[in-house]
């Protein structure tokens, strides 16, 4: 059994439909996505309307929640105020050029998606199963990641958030953060998606990177006079 999870599209609709088309020539039972369609990209509705279409199981993301309902900030941690000032462009322009009935299909986003394959309990969730926008990163302690996996009393515990993808085995449970589609942050512009294979004895993890037009999405960005050029800086050089 193998299956095909991403998270964090941001509303590329290039990076998503690169990623989509990857993942139907892969040889998986099920594809699922972790969240986070929306914010910073310039196609919201379009990225929410492929979903849909496809009807790919989707769990809600902060930003998802942010826009669905109408919030002022998207609950990201920032480093600064400038990236504050910048997050509120994109929570302006993505509420804006997104539609009442997409922002209806936001806020009815389960906040987990939990499933079994072959024994294995697998809980899919944007942060964390504690709060929409807790990051679990690859060095998080072992502590919390057993607190967690605990809560939802899971076997494999999926993710994303952080944008950075790993896999931690934690004895003989496992945390996956699938990283980023659309606004990736291992330092090339790729999107980044994970197939997981389970067998009796395993679980194999491969991250996959999908090139995709980079350059179409940078540039609508900087003609839009709302969203900051930085966003197309950073989706070029992975850093988001």
Do not use: W
Request: net charge negative.
């Amino acid at each position: 059994m193998r299956i095909a999870v991403f998270a964090d599209v941001h509303s590329n609709y290039y990076a998503l439909q690169a990623v989509l088309d990857h993942i139907a020539y892969q040889d998986v039972n099920g594809v699922y996505c972790a969240g986070d369609l929306v914010g910073y990209g310039p196609h919201p509705d379009e990225v929410i309307d492929l979903l849909r279409k496809t009807k790919i199981p989707t769990v809600m993301g902060n930003y998802d929640d942010a826009i669905g309902n109408d919030r002022l900030i998207c609950g990201c941690d920032y480093k600064d105020e400038k990236e504050m000032k910048l997050a509120e462009r994109s929570i302006e322009f993505t509420s804006r050029t997104t539609s009442k009935d997409n922002k209806a299909y936001l806020r009815e986003l389960p906040f987990e998606i939990r499933f079994t394959v072959q024994g294995r309990r697998v809980t899919v969730v944007h942060g964390s199963p504690r709060r929409l926008n807790e990051y679990l990163y690859a060095d998080t302690p072992e502590d919390v990641f057993k607190e967690c996996l605990a809560e939802v009393q899971a076997d494999v515990l999926v993710c994303g958030h952080t944008h950075l993808p790993y896999h931690r085995q934690i004895g003989d449970k496992h945390v996956v953060n699938v990283g980023s589609v659309g606004k990736p942050k291992q330092g090339n512009p790729n999107a980044v998606y994970a197939v997981l294979d389970f067998d009796q004895n395993r679980l194999g993890v491969s991250f996959i990177e999908v090139p995709y037009d980079v350059e179409a999405t940078a540039r609508l960005i900087e003609r839009d006079p709302v969203l900051p050029n930085e966003f197309a800086e950073k989706i070029r050089l992975g850093t988001a």
